[in-house]
């Protein structure tokens, strides 16, 4: 992890060494360079252009399709919706601000093929990261806060508890392979795609890798506008960037958000308690044993990156900082 401690913005080569690595270095230079935009502001924009379309715009249009919840007859509609626009209101505009921000998407995107290791490992570190953020919840709830406060905040828990329960749930094996597609495999593409391939990508420019990996997971977890679970998807954002920036790769962040969703999914159709650990139910458990279980799964966490550091080689990042 020693070349994620840069405090400088990512190294730049010389400006024709730069033009001699580039294969299309006679293309029409993309926006962000005609116009001299700092990365780091672009991606701001883009974030500021994505949320409103995709958070308020299409936010907007399900709630008067639909409203605050689906009825059990429009779940369907739902999660058709939400697919939708996820494709066109994140994935498409993405795609069309990477153009704007790189001469060369598929390098700037980290699209290269990665060791299959690198994409198997992440299970263990996904999994052992729920046990651990799950704990953390429990912990979480038990800060103390006026009787008001309180009370608003178990009304929107269970609000978006609902909402999410619906989302998951799933009769047959088909619905739940519907499920699947809709709450793992669209967003693990789009948001990956948004997130770890074009505004983390703009901060490490703009940051380094560091700072252009922890900014970036933090804001994934503001996107997802859940206030109870701010640190635990942040935390998880961190994790997907820093797995994709080592394995140059941003299908390892993508199996890993994929396999996180999908965790989620399973659990609900085998009507498994979400909220509990492998040891129980965290809000149950003594104390010592809450403590042994964060441990256990803390060191697997450790053991599982160290394993990932092993699969995966720093490359030469001269190419990339071209792109």
């Not at 299970?123 to 919840?137: A, E, M």
Request: aromatic share 10%.
């Amino acid at each position: 992890m020693t070349e994620l401690t840069d405090s400088a913005p990512e190294a730049r080569p010389s400006e024709g060494a730069e033009e001699a690595l580039r294969p299309d270095a006679g293309a029409r230079p993309p926006l962000i360079e005609r116009y001299n935009i700092s990365p780091v502001l672009f991606g701001m924009i883009a974030l500021a252009g994505i949320f409103v379309a995709y958070q308020v715009i299409g936010g907007l249009v399900t709630y008067f399709l639909i409203g605050a919840l689906p009825a059990p007859g429009e779940i369907g509609i739902y999660r058709l919706t939400t697919s939708l626009g996820e494709i066109l209101l994140v994935f498409l505009p993405t795609l069309l601000l990477v153009r704007m921000a790189t001469r060369s998407p598929e390098r700037f995107l980290r699209l290269r093929a990665p060791d299959p290791r690198a994409l198997l490992i992440p299970i263990v570190g996904i999994f052992s990261l729920q046990q651990i953020l799950q704990i953390y919840l429990v912990l979480q709830d038990k800060i103390p806060l006026p009787s008001e406060v309180q009370n608003l905040v178990r009304q929107f828990k269970e609000l978006f508890d609902e909402l999410y329960t619906k989302l998951l749930s799933a009769n047959s094996p088909a619905e739940l392979a519907a499920v699947i597609l809709v709450v793992a495999l669209v967003p693990a593409v789009t948001e990956e795609l948004l997130f770890r391939g074009l505004i983390q990508r703009l901060f490490e420019k703009g940051l380094g890798p560091a700072r252009g990996i922890v900014l970036t997971g933090i804001i994934f977890g503001a996107y997802h506008l859940n206030p109870f679970s701010l640190v635990p998807l942040a935390a998880l954002g961190v994790y997907l960037g820093f797995i994709a920036y080592r394995a140059d790769s941003l299908w390892v962040s993508v199996a890993a958000h994929f396999y996180n969703n999908a965790m989620a999914c399973f659990a609900s159709y085998f009507h498994m308690d979400q909220d509990a650990v492998v040891t129980g139910d965290p809000a149950k458990l003594p104390p010592l044993l809450l403590i042994g279980t964060a441990l256990f799964f803390g060191i697997l966490f450790a053991a599982s990156t160290a394993a990932f550091l092993r699969v995966t080689t720093p490359r030469d990042r001269t190419l990339e900082a071209a792109a």
